[in-house]
Nanobody, 123 residues
Framework: QAQLVESGGGLVQAGGSLRLSCAAS????????MGWFRQAPGKEREFVAAIPWIGGSTYNADSVKGRFTISRDNAKNTVYLQMNSLKPEDTAVYYC????????????????WGQGTQVTVSS
């Protein structure tokens, strides 16, 4: 069974950095688009970033451009989210996602979801 498992979340002070990892298992996701969403308490799930299975393009939400970087290692079936210059408003549960193709920022278009990892940024 396909599974996405996130790790790397935690508590960090504003201005700090964290790197999230998402390990895929149960199938080969190397030919899938992968990405990250987040959800803060009382808010809807929000697109963060995505990366196609091949090529140099990445997609980032305006709120994280210049601060977050998504990358992937297909040999390891793993996608990463490097988060720098973190702000209190980045506090959320971060979810790893995957689907056959990148089709935008609507969470309904992503078929595979991890359980999420908590990121808390203190001011």
């Amino acid at each position: 069974q396909a599974q996405l498992v996130e790790s790397g979340g935690g508590l960090v002070q504003a201005g700090g950095s964290l790197r999230l990892s998402c390990a895929a298992s149960g199938r080969t996701f190397s030919s899938y688009a992968m990405g990250w969403f987040r959800q803060a308490p009382g808010k809807e799930r929000e697109f963060v970033a995505a990366i196609p299975w091949i090529g140099g393009s990445t997609y980032n939400a305006d709120s994280v451009k210049g601060r977050f970087t998504i990358s992937r290692d297909n040999a390891k079936n793993t996608v990463y989210l490097q988060m720098n210059s973190l702000k209190p408003e980045d506090t959320a549960v971060y979810y790893c996602v995957a689907d056959r193709y990148y089709s935008g920022s609507n969470p309904k278009t992503w078929g595979y979801w991890g359980q999420g990892t908590q990121v808390t940024v203190s001011s």
